[in-house]
């Protein structure tokens, strides 16, 4: 089981879910991440460019969670939850 930390990216997305009622779904992502960031299903997509190292899942049709997994301490960094990855 991996640690979750939050950017405060991330933790002001959290209002933007709640509103648009995505929490939810969220929140079951998150739980998938932190047993195995790397399962799936659902898929994930491991970024690309100056997003390097990152891994993506889809919320929904626009919004994405973005994170990052450091092996060796056990943790995911969530990064963002909102958007399709700008302001990376």
């Given amino acids: 089981m991996y640690k979750i930390e939050f950017h405060k990216r991330a933790i002001k997305d959290i209002a933007k879910l709640k509103e648009n009622k995505l929490e939810v779904k969220t929140k079951r ?17 491991k970024l690309t460019g100056d997003l390097k190292g990152l891994y993506s899942r889809r919320i929904n049709i626009q919004h994405r969670l973005v994170y990052k997994v450091n092996e060796q301490e056990n943790k995911v960094q969530i990064l963002s939850m909102w958007t399709h990855y700008q302001n990376m």
């Fill in 29 to 45: 992502l998150i739980e998938l991440v932190k047993n195995n960031p790397f399962q799936n299903p659902p898929p994930y997509e």
